[in-house]
């Protein structure tokens, strides 16, 4: 049995096997260079290889229909700005901040409060079952983030879930970066009044700034 595939699924698969041999970065230059002199299959290109990243990034903030409408209002804006961004080798940063507007337009707009869903990939992937039981684990990460404000919240899906610096969440969200840093440390500090005793040291890892 033959497995047909369809052109955009043979992109992806192609994009996800560049960006692990570290050619990615060179591609999506060219890319954005081409996109910026009017080139819409360029910019096609970068859309399939982000596209998956901002509906995660989406959905862990906007239920329903309205996902899909913030999607594409950020791909539209994103495509109308691009003359003007030369930040090469931070394209994904740039476009989740230009996301991360919409939501807030959205939740202006809709008077819905900032709220981060909870979901098995928010936790910290360094969390094995090996270490710790599962039902225990996942009790005590619930209370701990429902514990958890709306900036709390932002900022641990953003470093953890979706791989983030510091530097860049703060950039995203308009915050200064040495506040930030306070509210990222501070944030661990709870967690281990909370969480089993053994979390501590899956919650010291390096910061990247």
């Known amino acids: 049995m033959h497995l047909v595939l369809s052109r955009k699924s043979v992109v992806a698969v192609f994009a996800s096997i560049f960006a692990s041999l570290g050619f990615l970065g060179k591609r999506e230059d060219r890319l954005i260079a081409a996109a910026q002199k ?5 910019f096609e290109s970068l859309q399939t290889l982000h596209s998956a990243t901002l509906r995660r990034f989406i959905a862990r903030r906007v239920t329903g229909p309205d996902r899909e409408d913030i999607f594409q209002e ?15 080798g931070k394209f994904r940063a740039w476009l989740l901040t230009i996301g991360f507007r919409r939501i807030q337009d959205y939740r202006r707009r809709e008077h819905v409060r900032p709220r981060i869903y909870f979901s098995a990939d928010t936790q910290n992937p360094a969390y094995s079952e090996s270490d ?6 996942q ?14 919240q ?10 983030l610096t510091l530097a860049e969440i703060a950039n995203i969200t308009g915050r200064n970066l040495n506040t930030l840093k306070y509210q990222f440390y501070k944030v661990h500090d709870e967690a281990l009044k909370m969480l089993p005793s053994e979390v501590e040291t899956m919650l010291s890892r390096e910061v990247m700034a």
């Not at 950020?74 to 090469?88: G, I």
């Not at 009790?139 to 709390?152: K, R, V």
């Not at 932002?154 to 791989?163: A, F, K, Q, R, V």
């Open 132 to 137: 710790f039981q599962r039902i225990e684990l």
């Open 74 to 88: 950020t791909w539209l804006s994103a495509w109308e700005k691009l003359s003007v961004f030369d930040d090469r």
């Open 154 to 163: 932002e900022i641990l899906t953003m470093y953890y879930s979706e791989g």
């Open 139 to 152: 009790s005590a990460l619930q209370g701990f983030w429902d514990s958890c404000t709306s900036d709390q």
């Open 38 to 42: 009017g080139d819409s299959e360029a």
